[in-house]
């Protein structure tokens, strides 16, 4: 692809509609669009995006049977869509609606936590932390990690401490914040039972591949499984 000129903004548009794919699905294989992906990189690297196209933007992320594409469209209303976009990707993660939808959302608002307004930072509380699916939560509880005050990441912690069922997201903030805020990290550590044995498998790396047996009393099953996805040596993230 040549390389990208505001000019070009209508007809990527335009592109990143094209559902042509190289191969058929079966039944229970998501559709893929490879035009349509690399019309969405092409419009990645330009300084601006007018509002109105990248509201064309969000309405194909939401049609679109192209989970890559859908991703890769939240990625990009995160970098180039301010803090409205970015609320309203905040606020689509955060309401009823499909699950793989609000995990795409938490997940793009997460890998483009750099360009997140602090504003929509502060808008991630212990409440939201505390009651949505474990797979928002945890991308939700990793971009407080990387984003916000250090008093703001205490405040969370203490209060997910008390709330028995989501208590392992503790370790998560623990382990996000230990290389890049270390004093910080280690503050954190208090609020977990005393003498866990997950403090002592998180200084060691991880460099073993923890269980369920070792955050059970820390949440719910479901919760705690997302966090060891994350915490878990050499594991993919998606």
């Not at 990290?185 to 609020?191: A, G």
Request: charge should be negative; include cysteine.
């Amino acid at each position: 692809m040549a390389k990208p000129h505001a000019d070009h903004i209508p007809t990527l548009i335009n592109v990143a509609h094209d559902e042509w794919s190289s191969s058929y699905r079966s039944h229970d294989e998501a559709d893929h669009y490879p035009i349509a992906r690399q019309a969405i990189i092409g419009l990645s690297v330009l300084g601006s995006i007018p509002a109105e196209e990248l509201e064309r933007l969000d309405a194909l992320a939401i049609g679109t049977t192209d989970p890559g594409l859908r991703y890769a469209i939240f990625e990009l209303l995160v970098k180039r869509g301010g803090p409205p976009l970015q609320e309203r990707l905040l606020d689509r993660a955060c309401s009823p609606s499909r699950a793989a939808v609000r995990r795409a959302a938490a997940h793009a608002i997460l890998n483009r936590s750099e360009d997140l307004d602090t504003a929509i930072v502060g808008k991630i509380d212990s409440e939201l932390l505390a009651t949505r699916i474990p797979g928002v939560a945890s991308r939700l509880m990793l971009t407080v990690g990387l984003r916000a005050t250090d008093e703001d990441i205490v405040s969370i912690s203490r209060l997910l401490a008390a709330r028995p069922k989501r208590r392992v997201l503790l370790l998560v903030a623990i382990w996000i914040t230990r290389e890049t805020r270390p004093e910080l990290s280690k503050s954190l550590e208090p609020l977990m039972p005393l003498h866990h044995p997950a403090i002592a498998w998180l200084r060691s790396g991880p460099s073993t591949e923890g269980d369920d047996s070792l955050v059970s009393d820390l949440g719910d099953a479901a919760v705690c499984s997302e966090v060891l996805s994350w915490l878990n040596p050499a594991q993919a993230k998606v």
